[in-house]
């Protein structure tokens, strides 16, 4: 036996003491470069994740209403808590075992993958951690270089370095691509299962767990066969890692699954509506095409679905597929100003110009609530007496104007200012007009929310300057709204991929005009669908009355080449435009029917469900019953009477006395009954049908 000397003990201590150091020596600067790695990563922070998302458009009750996909791909973000348990521990069972316990990097699984494809030489098992792929998918191309590699190594340690293990996977969740089109588990599960992400099953799960591996090999569209393979590799790998038991796998395995194989999302609703948000996202709240495109936003709307395809069914049900004819709609909450439903054309395929916020067209007679507003702020009252007969108006000294009514019908006597409005009398409107002074009504108008440009002339009393749909529609709010003003808005709330909100909006309301005068305005238009107020012809509304079931007050309009009808409840206003876009004429007794018909359906279908609403009667108003004919307060002896209201000092007071006994008209007031022109047999139809 060799006796181990003190000399010899030290000999060995300073071989091994200089391997030491040089050990110590030579690896000190990677030691450095670790620890200087290390602290650089923290300093950067973490890299920024964000990837093409599909944008997702919502409707007021957050159903999902519309997408806008990137680059024609489905891509959904959602929450870690918004996957189902069974989809992440069939992920982790799969892809990435021992995710919770590494820091990026499985070494014992790396040196297991090594040992593998020595023995079979060649590649034949990976080792990728979760956060490997993840990074992978985020930032790199799909080569293997070295220098990928790397990459991937630096992205790896960035990302394990600045978020938890959950941010991780639930990126991970999100930017896997599934197959035909689908980045990430919300998408997979709608387009595979038609369901969201959090309701996917043992079933469901570990079949989609499968796909990424090879999603055109494994896809249960394509191949059923290797796709239910790949989901007894799954199933098994869940049972290893003890997620659920052998009797439960052969459960999930065995359990039929109902293969969809498309997006449950809808194609091509409310197509107007959504250009007119992504202009509000693009021109109002400064995202650019990019981000609305790939940005991953989900917009929380203003829209009724349910109102928006009552709306699309009426104009599809109304005007005639060989028709050429064109419309826009606009239904607004007037306590909010949120828009409820929108249609900017027959068809947005053929055409994508928005015919309700973009177009611009002559209102007609539909501009005449602001005038009669306006003249009852400078004396006149619903009984104010005009005479309604074929008028030259001299403008100037060498200019003259000469307004008809609808068929040259005319009352040849005074009517008051409500009959004017619901038979839509314009010789009465351009007297009003010029008595008041044209400045007036432009200042009106203004003040209502109208901006496009007007002039003050005299035909502007009869809506000759054109203006929006969606414009005029909010106008109207006004007077629904008790003279407050809530500009129209599309859009409630934005809140980006991760889960922020970026915008919210407020209802703000601003008090334009007095509520008195806004309610009796209101009273007069709902005399439009009232008969009691026909005269030398019927009101303007009578063709649709019999689908009005509650408070409606509104007004058509018409001209030669447009028909409108704005009308409203006190929880929803709507406009109704009809017309054709190379300005051809309109038939006078098929294409100026549509609006209204359309108007009348939609209005009753929108609030079939919605409780009755009266408008609110403001202090410094009266009502009172009056003779139609002459607006005197009526007698039992009248044979028509409308209760009507007015502003507090301003109701008649004189009692009529035409039916009286023993009474006679006063010396020349010849009564309108008996003076009417002949209108002849066609025009005798509009006046039945109430033209305007």
């Given at each position: 036996?060799?006796?181990?000397?003190?000399?010899?003990?030290?000999?060995?201590?300073?071989?091994?003491?200089?391997?030491?150091?040089?050990?110590?020596?030579?690896?000190?600067?990677?030691?450095?470069?670790?620890?200087?790695?290390?602290?650089?990563?923290?300093?950067?922070?973490?890299?920024?994740?964000?990837?093409?998302?599909?944008?997702?458009?919502?409707?007021?009750?957050?159903?999902?209403?519309?997408?806008?996909?990137?680059?024609?791909?489905?891509r959904h973000w959602v929450k870690f808590d918004d996957v189902s348990p069974e989809m992440i521990d069939a992920t982790i069972a799969i892809e990435d075992r021992r995710f919770f316990d590494h820091h990026g990097f499985d070494y014992k699984r790396?040196?297991?993958?090594?040992?593998?494809?020595?023995?079979?030489?060649?590649?034949?098992?990976?080792?990728?951690?979760?956060t490997q792929q993840y990074s992978r998918n985020l930032f790199l191309v799909p080569d293997k270089t070295w220098e990928r590699k790397l990459k991937e190594a630096y992205y790896t340690a960035r990302i394990e370095a600045n978020y938890t293990k959950e941010e991780i996977l639930q990126g991970y969740l999100n930017t896997i691509y599934y197959g035909h089109g689908n980045y990430g588990?919300?998408?997979?599960?709608?387009?595979?299962?038609?369901?969201?992400?959090?309701?996917?099953?043992?079933?469901?799960?570990?079949?989609?767990?499968?796909?990424p591996k090879g999603p055109s090999y494994y896809s249960p569209i394509d191949h059923f066969k290797s796709a239910k393979e790949r989901q007894k590799i799954v199933l098994d790998a869940m049972v290893e890692t003890k997620k659920i038991s052998q009797e439960q796998a052969k459960a999930?395995?065995?359990?039929?699954?109902?293969?969809?194989?498309?997006?449950?999302?809808?194609?091509?609703?409310?197509?107007?509506?959504?250009d007119a948000v992504e202009y509000i996202l693009k021109n109002e709240l400064g995202l650019d095409k990019e981000e609305v495109k790939m940005g991953g936003y989900h917009v929380y709307t203003t829209l009724d679905p349910e109102m928006q395809k009552a709306a699309e069914r009426w104009v599809e049900k109304t005007i005639p597929d060989t028709s050429n004819i064109q419309v826009a709609l606009a239904a607004v909450d007037p306590r909010t100003g949120s828009v409820k439903a929108m249609v900017g054309g027959r068809s947005y395929k053929e055409s994508s110009y928005n015919r309700a916020t973009q177009a611009k067209r002559a209102p007609g007679s539909t501009f005449k609530p602001f005038l009669y507003y306006a003249a009852m702020k400078n004396g006149f009252t619903p009984s104010t007496l005009l005479k309604s007969e074929r008028t030259t108006f001299?403008?100037?000294?060498?200019?003259?104007?000469?307004?008809?009514?609808?068929?040259?019908?005319?009352?040849?006597?005074?009517?008051?200012?409500?009959?004017?409005?619901?038979?839509?009398?314009?010789?009465?409107?351009?007297?009003?007009?010029?008595?008041?002074?044209p400045e007036k009504l432009v200042d009106t108008a203004q003040k209502l929310g109208i901006d496009s440009k007007l002039s003050p002339i005299p035909s502007l009393a009869l809506g000759t300057k054109p203006v929006g749909v969606l414009e005029m529609v909010s106008a109207y709010g006004v007077f629904a709204n008790n003279g407050k003003k809530t500009e129209p808005s599309f859009i409630k709330k934005i809140v980006d991929?991760?889960?922020?909100?970026?915008?919210?909006?407020?209802?703000?309301?601003?008090?334009?005009?007095?509520?008195?005068?806004?309610?009796?305005?209101?009273?007069?238009?709902?005399?439009?669908?009232?008969?009691?107020?026909?005269?030398?012809?019927?009101?303007?509304?009578?063709?649709?009355?019999?689908?009005i079931t509650r408070p409606t007050a509104g007004k058509t309009g018409s001209t030669d080449y447009d028909s409108w009808i704005i009308g409203y409840t006190p929880q929803l206003v709507t406009g109704v435009w009809t017309g054709y876009d190379e300005g051809k004429k309109l038939h006078p007794f098929n294409d100026v029917l549509y609006s209204k018909n359309i108007w009348a359906h939609f209005m009753k279908d929108a609030l079939e469900d919605k409780p009755v609403a009266k408008f609110h009667k403001p202090d410094g108003v009266v009502g009172v019953y009056v003779n139609p004919d002459n607006g005197l307060l009526a007698t039992e002896a009248c044979p028509v009477k409308r209760f009507s209201y007015y502003i507090a000092g301003t109701e008649p007071t004189k009692h009529c006395k035409d039916h009286l006994p023993n009474q006679h008209k006063e010396k020349g007031k010849s009564s309108p009954k008996q003076e009417k022109e002949n209108p002849g047999f066609f025009k005798g139809i509009w006046n039945w049908f109430g033209g305007d």
């Open positions: 036996m060799e006796i181990i000397t003190v000399d010899g003990l030290m000999k060995t201590w300073r071989w091994v003491w200089l391997w030491l150091r040089t050990l110590i020596i030579f690896s000190l600067p990677f030691v450095i470069i670790g620890l200087l790695f290390i602290v650089y990563i923290h300093i950067l922070g973490p890299p920024p994740l964000q990837v093409p998302q599909t944008t997702v458009f919502y409707g007021a009750d957050g159903s999902i209403v519309g997408e806008n996909e990137p680059s024609g791909h489905n790396i040196a297991g993958a090594i040992i593998a494809d020595l023995r079979a030489g060649a590649k034949v098992q990976g080792a990728s951690t979760i588990i919300e998408a997979a599960a709608r387009y595979y299962f038609g369901k969201s992400a959090d309701e996917l099953n043992i079933a469901e799960a570990s079949m989609l767990a499968g796909v999930a395995f065995q359990k039929p699954l109902e293969i969809i194989g498309s997006s449950s999302l809808p194609k091509d609703k409310a197509a107007y509506f959504q001299r403008i100037g000294e060498d200019e003259t104007y000469t307004p008809e009514n609808f068929g040259n019908l005319y009352a040849n006597d005074e009517i008051t200012m409500a009959q004017a409005l619901a038979l839509s009398d314009n010789v009465y409107a351009v007297k009003t007009n010029l008595f008041i002074g991929y991760k889960g922020d909100v970026i915008f919210e909006r407020e209802v703000e309301e601003k008090q334009v005009i007095d509520p008195a005068y806004a309610f009796v305005m209101t009273d007069l238009l709902r005399g439009v669908f009232d008969e009691r107020l026909n005269d030398y012809s019927r009101v303007t509304g009578a063709s649709v009355n019999h689908l």
